[in-house]
């Protein structure tokens, strides 16, 4: 009979990721099994003054977290789970994340929710796509109240450069693969971020919720 496996056969938590960089290591559940999944969510528990996040978690990753940490937040959606489930105080400046379509919500939505549990204060503009630039423009007004603004974008992934043409705050453009044949599961979009006319645009990996909302957290961290 084989021993069970320790979590040192499979991971090394960076448990002192925090105190180095001033932001806790986050657990990417995709290509983990539920297994290995549980045994980290059990080791988790024993640091409950840590924020930890399990990102790109399928119901069986977070069926597996919750039998670990029952009242871990869960937002199926953004496939994404946290824990201890309230977010720390917020503090620095706003959040603002724009969603271009319904469609871009998912990641618009794990962006937003991973710089909330890093510890800012978020807003979510969801269906203000390019198509009808009259809905980004009734929305100005909370857009120049940020300090930072992430736009997740599929299809012509234009709406970056249009909204960094109107206010004074940095964007994170984060792509999406919502689009067509041509769109190559959000390559278009990525390319069309990268050649973006407007200055005072970064670029993420296509779908990288969880990285566009770590990088804006940064950027509105306190002075």
Known sequence: MTDAPDLSAFATLDVDRASRRGYPE??????KTAAQVAMIAANVRERPETITLFTRADPEHAEAVRKELPDAFHDGDARLLAWPPTPPRAKGGLVVVVAAGTSDL???????????????????????????????????????????????????????????????????????????????????????????????????NIDNGYGAGHLAAQIAAPS
Do not use: F, K
């Open 26 to 31: 986050a657990v990417y559940c995709q290509g």
């Open 106 to 204: 998912p990641v618009a939505r794990e962006a937003m929710l991973t710089a909330r549990y890093l510890g800012r204060a978020t807003e979510l503009v969801v269906d203000v796509g390019v198509a009808g630039l009259h809905r980004i423009l009734a929305r100005l007004d909370l857009l120049r109240r940020a300090r930072v603004v992430i736009v997740a974008a599929g299809m012509d992934g234009a709406l970056p450069s249009v909204v960094a043409g109107l206010i004074p705050a940095p964007v994170v453009a984060l792509p999406t693969s919502v689009g067509y044949g041509t769109g190559m599961h959000g390559i278009a979009a990525l390319l069309a971020m990268l050649n973006a006319c407007s200055p005072g645009i970064g670029v993420v």
